[in-house]
DNA sequence: ACAGGGGTGTTACCTCGGGTAACATCGGCA
DNA sequence: TGCCGATGTTACCCGAGGTAACACCCCTGT
């Protein structure tokens, strides 16, 4: 009777066990161990590791089904046929939307940590590059660069998905403001605010930059 | 001989086990085991953790010392007297500058990990919060954003780290172009290029979106 | 009816890394 | 001389990732 449309049998067994994982991780957070998701699952640890290999899969799996949602959802975004500033808000409503719906999971997206030895350090998670890749398509198929085009949208892509993470993370945690005016000072930023905005007329800006211990050389020695 | 102007007597050795950690670190990356580094400084655990208290507290000082330098520099650019658009892209070539100058340690900044199971997930290392304040005062100080602006200035403080943390591991990794040109891609980005920018001909932008499996579902459920 | 094979499950174990307790030593100093 | 503090050691604990070997259950083909 059951529906033949299910791919693999496995595939449920599978999926009630990413589920596991996940209340795990809603609970505890990233760092959870796989014994406690073995047990929140009613199992032990093996049957995890045969399904995922190790503790990275089990991870990734959990990440791309949340990532998922998440990068329709910008692209979607991205695709919207709306003008330029009104389209960069909407992305950042919409991330910032997404984040908002699940902390916890969340975290494990900016944890790229799992001590990979390789060296090659990747400060955005493999799910963040997603983002970061389509941001690059997006201002390179929109805006006109000129011959550099490949080279800045890369570097914008990375750079907006940073500051977004990192704004992001931020809101979350401190919430010191709504979700519309947090968009509203990021679409400012990005949308050359900085630039524009009046010179303050340096009153009584003392200069911080003296008050400190001398003894610590410069960045080159 | 020595000068009795050095402060503590245990100061030294603290200062060669921090040698020897440093040198692990540069040799084998961040996650180098509390072994290796007593193995490297010629003596076994138990010390390391009476000078350090724990593994955390032992990266802390060795980031710290290294963060000085980076920081000090940071809040120098920052103070200095130029122009706005010139000072942005001071700003942005010393932090570049700074990690350039030190890759392996340089990830030591980025890496919270260390797992803090508060669940107070921060996108932001200490060393690279402290940055960030440094930018809010800057922005703070020197620029008119009307009532909100501590709130703003927050926020693109958090927001400048995060992009140029994303864009300079990035930069770091992949060395797609010379430092002057990635400063001047960041500074055209932080200086409202993507607003000034004329639109593309949407000339034969498919619909990257449509392509795409149906199946997950968008970010809220 | 019986032999398999795939999926599910278990116990018990290994390894490695962070962290600690308890003990030994050396140098100065009242 | 005896205390104290810093330096050092060996040996251990614990928790977490990861694996080997064994057991069961059910479905299916001969």
Not at 60 to 65: C, D, F, P, S, V
């Amino acid at each position: 009777m059951s529906g033949p449309a299910t791919p693999a049998v496995g595939e449920l067994r599978r999926e009630q066990l990413l589920n596991a994982a996940d209340r795990v991780v809603q609970r505890e957070g990233p760092g959870a161990s796989m014994n406690a998701i073995a047990a929140e699952a009613g199992i032990t640890k093996p049957i995890l590791y045969r399904h995922f290999g190790d503790r990275n899969g089990l991870i990734r799996a959990l990440t791309e089904r949340h990532t998922a949602g998440l990068l329709t959802a910008v692209r979607a975004a991205l695709a919207e046929p709306l003008e330029r500033r009104d389209l960069v808000e909407r992305v950042l409503d919409t991330y910032l939307a997404g984040i908002e719906a699940r902390p916890q999971v969340y975290r494990l997206l900016t944890h790229p940590e799992a001590g990979d030895p390789t060296g090659a350090g990747n400060a955005l998670a493999p799910a963040l590059r997603q983002i970061a890749e389509e941001i690059t398509k997006a201002v390179q198929a929109q805006v006109d660069l000129g011959a550099d085009s490949p080279l800045i949208s890369e570097t914008w892509g990375r750079a907006i998905t940073g500051m977004v993470l990192a704004a992001g993370d931020w809101w979350l945690d401190q919430r010191p403001c709504s979700r519309a005016r947090m968009v509203q000072a990021l679409a400012d930023l990005l949308w050359g605010r900085l630039a524009a905005a009046a010179e303050l007329p340096l009153a009584i800006t003392p200069p911080s930059a003296a008050e400190h211990e001398p003894d610590s050389p410069l960045v080159q020695d």
